[in-house]
Every structure is written in C-alpha cells, then in structure tokens.
C-alpha cells in the first residue's frame, strides 16, 4: 500500500509475447475506488479494505483469492459457492480453488470470460484482472437496465406533460410496445436510447450521442442530461464553458450535488473513455430511476391529499344540503301550526257565533212566551251573561294560553334553527380553516424539502471533505510506512548484497572452472575442420549437430540472409549451400547470384559445396553450378567423405528445405 502513486493520465503497458495490453490509470482508480465502496464493512476484507486507489494494492489484494469472491456474492448473491471457497486461504492450493470458484460463478452470473485462468490471478496479470473486474461492475451497473421500467422511463424522457393528457388512453399499448424493443436491444445501446430521449427535451438541440467515448468528450450531453435529471441541482451554465477540462469538472461537480458515484474524473471525460463513461452514465440512470420514483410518490401524495380535500369538501356540502332540507321542514311546520292555530280561532269564533245567534233566538222566544216571567228570566239571564262572561274569559284566557305556547314553540324552533346554522356556519369555517391549515403544511412541506435538500447537498459536500481529508490522512500514514518499509527493504537489501558479494564469488569460481573446460574443448576442437550449412531450414538439420558436436567437430547453421555476416565473423573451413535450386525455376539465377558471389568472395580461402540431390538429376544445373565455381555433390556420405567426417549423420536423409536468395 505504499507503492508510488500514478498519474491519473498514465496508462500501464504489458507485453504478453507480442501482444501489448494497456489500461489506464483512471480506469484502476475507478474500479478500486467501487469495489471499497460496495465491499465496505465486510468483517472477512477488514484487513484488506480500504484499497489505495492511486497504487496497486488491488492487483495485491485479488492476488490473495478473496476478494473476487466476496465481490460476486455481492454483485450476483447465490451464484457463488460457499462451499468451494475458504475465506482462510493462505496456501496457493486455496488460493488456486477460490480463484476457480469466482470465475466459474462470474460465468453463471452471465459475465463473458474469455482467456482468464487462476493462474493469471496469483500473477497479478493487471489487465486480466481489471477486465474480470469490469465484467462483474457493469453486470452491477447495468441491472434493471432491461426490465419494464426501463419502458416506463422511455415514455416518462419523450413526453412532455402537455402531452400525457393526450395519450392516457394508449399509455399501456405504448409501455408494452417499449418494453419488447427496449428487450431486444444490448444495455449500452438501451442506455444510449434513454440518454437521447432526454436530450431531445432541450432547446436548442445537442448533438444525438451515438458512443461513450468521442459523442462525450466535450460534456454537453451530461450537463443537459443531469439538467434533466435534477433542474434545480444541476444548471445549464455549463455550456457557456469554452474550456473542455473545466466544463468536465463542471459536470463531476453536477455528479457530486446529486449524491452520485462519478466514476469518472475530468481526465476520463475528456480522453472519452468508454468503459469509464458508461459506468458513469449507468449511475446516472439508476439516480433518474430513484428521482422518478420519487416523483411519482410526491405525486401520490399530493393525489391523496387532493382526494382527502375533495371529499371534505363534498360531506361540507351535503351538510349544507341537509341544513337547507331541515330549514325548509321547519319552515313547513311552522306554517301548518300557524295554518291549524287561525283554523281553530275560526271555529272557536264561528261557534260563539252560533251561540250567541241561538241565545238571542231563546231570549226572544222567552220575551214572547213568559212576558211575567220577564224578572225570573232577566235573573236567569243575567247569571247566563255572567256565565257567558266567564266563558268568554275562559276562551280568551285558552286562546292567549294557546297563543303564547305557539309563539314560544316557534320561537324555540327558530332559536333551534339559528343555532342549527350557526353550527353550520362553524363548520364551514372549520373546514375553510382545515382548507387553508392543509395549504400552509403542503407550503410548510415544501420549505422543509427545500431545506432538506440543502441541508443533505451540505451534509453531502461536508462527507466529500472528510472523505478527502481522510485518504490524505490514509496517504500520510501510507507515507510513514512506505519510509519505514524502505528502510527496513535498505536493511535487508545490504544483507542481500552480502549474500550477492559471496554468491558471486562462488559463481566466479564455478565459472572459472566451466571456462578452463571450454577453453579445453575449444582446444580439443580446433584441430578440426570448421563447416558451416547454409540453409533456410535449420531446424532439421538439428541431428546433424548434434552428432557432429558429439564428434568433437565444429559445425554452424545459418540461413542465406545471414551466411554474409556470419562468414565475416566466423572462421569456417567449408561453406556447404544446401538449400539450391529446391525453389521454382525463375529464382535460380538469383540463388547462383548468392553463391557466386560467395566464391568469388571466399573461393579462395574456403571450399564451396553445392549440396542438393536435385542437380543430380538435371544436368543443366550441375554445368551452371561448375560454371559458377561449385562443387556439386548428391546426397549419402559423398559429402561426409569430402569433409573427412566418418559416421555420416545425414545418410539417406532428405530434408525439405526451400530457400529464396
């Protein structure tokens, strides 16, 4: 964890053969930085986590076979197989089973892993390793991309609200519709759909983005995308920006605001690195996907709450209905009391009427009749006047009685009705009260939202400073103990180069004695004829060798672009061309041009063999050979014998051996 730290621009290069493979170092940043973030507080990576971000701590880490697991189990829970892992490995059987459990998991988990082995892990083969971590980041990234709300986010990105009205009634037919082609598309290109949906809300128009890399680097699609995602968050003051490094600093600042991962720094967006660039759009997406969400759960709210109103609203005025059905009812019944109390005065009155009318018959009839009765009668009269009197107060005194109990009823059902109305009256204010309590608390809701969200933009903003004041802590501390593990490696490399001084004293010695046997052999062998083979095919000669060295001669084997410079260098007794005249006919005069200008070069000091069975057989070729200087021979000991080697190696052999000069 104390490796020196690489810029962020770098790109790390390996040689595999002849295959060079690169990564860059903001890719490593990435992937370590989210593998702590969804590995953190895992008791088993306790020791190993958090990984440095800016050295190779995760190639070290993954190397010990623990890590891979525990991050499938995470990203794809149930493919891995806890009973082929052990989280104790310390030996590299262990290690070498954990390292074959996760990539067989990765594979189930529907990961694309070509060419990685085990072994490439406890090598810390850096790019298989970053390319196995990547396929098992986008598997987490990516999912949910193709599920039925993918086809829901669709709709929601190419409608505007105006146009929801109009197509309520086909916003089933359109959701399935989406769904099957958004299902028949890869994530990436189902990704780059819904970024161009979004793009397509704004005026004026950004280009269509058709990558992640070159579409991306100048940063205007995610400044209008997390515009689109977060309005109030994220401005559009980005593209006044004419400078492409600030504007992508710009757009990781947006990132921040949201709460998102950047995955991503300025570098990254401006060199359009893909896999950097969709893992960051893929973050994007999931922040819609719970901006809408939430969205729709405001909505609800607001529904639910308008509902509660309208129905409020709907029993106040089916009270007032019944305060007027009641009132109208009273208002009958005092009319049918009044109407029998004016019935009843009138028969009381037509009754008295009556009386009085028959009376006065009967007092006229008593006047005719009983004329000496008239003092007896006008007694009798007078008691009846008196009676009469006192009915006539009796009828008086009942019909105020009875008067006064209708005007105190009517009375205290008006005095029923006005309260009745009063009542009515408060809770219509009541209700008007509640009416406006719920508007200030929907107002009160929306200060405290507003709040919230400043306040988690700052809480946000404080977490990212002790986040950073914390890796420069972790790098302080990293510092000490790189210092302290460089003076410890400074003590054990003067004990090495002790250990080095004698070890190479003893191979001096060992090497002393290996070079006086060379030197011997070489002795030994130089009283032999050196030869060498000219031919294009050296490998099947490999017997010849080694059953001349076996022999104590001195044989060499080159090609015919060689043979110049390896002539100059060494001192050969014979030069044997075997490779003649085994090509087509037209390049003949070419290969006699080679050798020709060997003899005339060497012809002197060294003897020059033709060795090839095919000029046997044409005669032309044996007279252009000897007209050039050539000794041609045909195969079997005829050269062996011109060399004065016993034991031919090569009797009867016929190597197949095709030369261009």
């Known amino acids: 964890m104390g490796e020196p730290q690489e810029q962020q621009g770098t790109k790390a290069m390996m040689v595999m053969g002849s295959t060079y493979h690169s990564y860059t170092a903001g890719e490593k940043r990435a992937f370590c930085i989210r593998t702590n973030q969804l590995l953190a507080g895992d008791p088993d990576l306790q020791d190993m986590l958090p990984m440095d971000p800016d050295s190779k701590d995760l190639f070290d880490v993954v190397s ?52 990685i082995g085990p072994q490439d892990f406890v090598d810390k083969q850096e790019h298989l390793i970053l390319a196995f971590i990547w396929q098992l980041l986008k598997l987490e990234l990516l999912r949910g991309v193709n599920e039925v709300q993918m086809a829901e986010y669709f709709i929601e990105a190419e409608m505007t609200k105006a146009d929801v009205a109009s197509v309520e009634g086909a916003h089933i037919e359109a959701t399935a519709t989406a769904t099957a082609s958004s299902a028949k598309k890869s994530p990436e290109m189902a990704l780059l759909r819904w970024f161009n949906a979004l793009l397509h809300r704004v005026e004026p128009k950004v280009p269509e983005v058709r990558n992640f890399g070159e579409d991306i680097k100048g940063s205007e699609a995610y400044i209008v995308l997390m515009n689109q995602i977060s309005p109030d968050m994220c401005s559009l003051d980005g593209l006044n920006i004419p ?46 996907a719970e901006c809408a969400e939430k969205r729709r759960h405001d909505d609800l709210v607001i529904q639910a709450r308008e509902e509660a109103l309208r129905k409020k609203q709907e029993e106040l005025e089916a009270i007032q209905r019944e305060e007027e059905e009641r009132r109208r009812r009273e208002e009958e019944e005092l009319a049918r009391i009044e109407q029998e109390r004016l019935e009843e005065e009138e028969r009381v009155r037509r009754e008295e009427e009556e009386r009085e009318a028959a009376e006065r018959a009967a007092v006229a009839a008593a006047q005719a009749a009983e004329e000496a009765e008239r003092a ?55 209700m008007q009260e509640e009416a406006q309590s719920a508007q200030r608390q929907e107002e009160e809701a929306a200060r405290c939202k507003e709040e919230r969200r400043r306040e988690e933009a700052a809480r946000l903003e404080r977490i990212a400073e002790e986040e950073r004041e914390r890796f420069r802590k972790l790098r302080h501390e990293e510092e000490r103990e790189r210092m302290r593990k460089i003076e410890e490696a400074q003590r054990k490399e003067d004990q090495e180069a002790e250990y080095r001084e004698e070890a190479q004293r003893k191979r001096k010695e ?93 012809g002197e000091k060294k ?18 050979c000897e007209a050039f200087g050539l000794s041609p021979v045909k195969r079997g000991n005829t050269l062996w014998k011109l060399l004065g080697i016993k034991d031919a190696p090569l009797q009867g052999a016929k190597p197949k051996t095709t030369t261009k000069a």
């Open 510 to 602: 060992v090497e002393d004695k290996k070079r006086q046997q060379i030197e011997q052999r070489e002795t030994e062998r130089s009283e032999c004829p050196v030869v060498l083979f000219v031919t294009d095919a050296p490998e099947e000669f490999a017997a010849a060798e080694a059953h001349l060295t076996s022999q104590g001669r001195n044989a060499m084997f080159c090609t015919m672009e060689d043979v110049l410079e390896l002539i100059e260098r060494t001192q050969s007794d014979h030069i044997v061309l075997t490779g003649l005249f085994n090509t087509n006919e037209e390049d003949h005069d070419a290969e006699l041009d080679v050798a020709s200008s060997i003899v005339e070069k060497y």
């Open 64 to 115: 010990k076979g623990i890590l891979l697991c525990k991050l499938i189990e995470k990203v794809a829970p149930g493919t891995m197989d806890k009973r082929k892992t052990n989280l104790r490995a310390k030996d590299i059987f262990n290690v070498m089973i954990n390292h074959n459990a996760a990539i067989e998991a990765a594979k189930e988990a529907g990961c694309n892993i070509v060419n």
């Open 243 to 288: 400078d492409l490094d600030q504007r992508a600093e710009f757009v990781v600042a947006n990132a921040f605001k949201l709460g998102c991962n950047p995955f991503v720094t300025p570098y990254d967006i401006v060199q359009g690195n893909r896999k950097l660039n969709l893992a960051f759009t893929a973050t994007l997406f999931h922040k819609y």
């Open 607 to 624: 003897k020059v063999i033709c060795f090839n069975s095919i000029i046997q057989k044409k005669p032309i070729l044996q007279k252009r």
């Open 376 to 430: 007896r009668l006008d007694a009798e009269a007078q008691s009846l006047r008196d009676e009469e009197a006192r009915l006539q107060r009796e009828a008086e005194a009942e019909e105020t009685r009875l008067r006064a109990e209708a005007e105190a009823e009517a009375r205290a059902k008006l005095d029923e009705e006005a309260r009745v109305r009063a009542e009515a009256e408060a809770e219509e204010a009541r």
